[in-house]
């Protein structure tokens, strides 16, 4: 069984930075997919950022240029670093991950862009 706890949301004015954390645990093995996604009220949830243990990272197009996913593979940890932050990223953020073929989730984490 893995647990996921994110860290690090939060109010910030536009045009602002937040960093997010996701740690996992429950396993000393690397994880292999571990993603971001959002939901914002009235919407689905969407993939932000996605990244694997080999590096390879994947972006929503809304979201390119703005948000650096990285990761920590001997912590099975992953961050998303989102910068230039616009009012429509406010959302809750969920950490996701894959491992043994069972989906794990977050409890979210709220980000809200306002000024």
């Known amino acids: 069984q893995v647990q996921l706890v994110e860290s690090g949301g939060g109010l910030v004015q536009p045009g602002g930075s937040l960093r997010l954390s996701c740690a996992a645990s429950?396993?000393?093995?690397?994880?292999?997919?571990m993603d971001w996604y959002r939901q914002a009220p009235g919407k689905e949830r969407e993939l932000v950022a996605g990244t694997r243990s080999g590096g390879s990272t994947t972006y929503a197009d809304s979201v390119k240029g703005r948000f650096t996913i990285s990761r920590d593979n001997a912590k099975n940890t992953v961050y998303l670093q989102m910068n230039s932050l616009k009012p429509d990223d406010t959302a809750v953020y969920y950490c996701h991950a894959i491992w043994r073929y069972h989906n794990y989730w977050g409890q979210g984490t709220q980000v809200t862009v306002s000024s």
């Open positions: 429950g396993t000393t093995f690397s994880i292999d997919y």
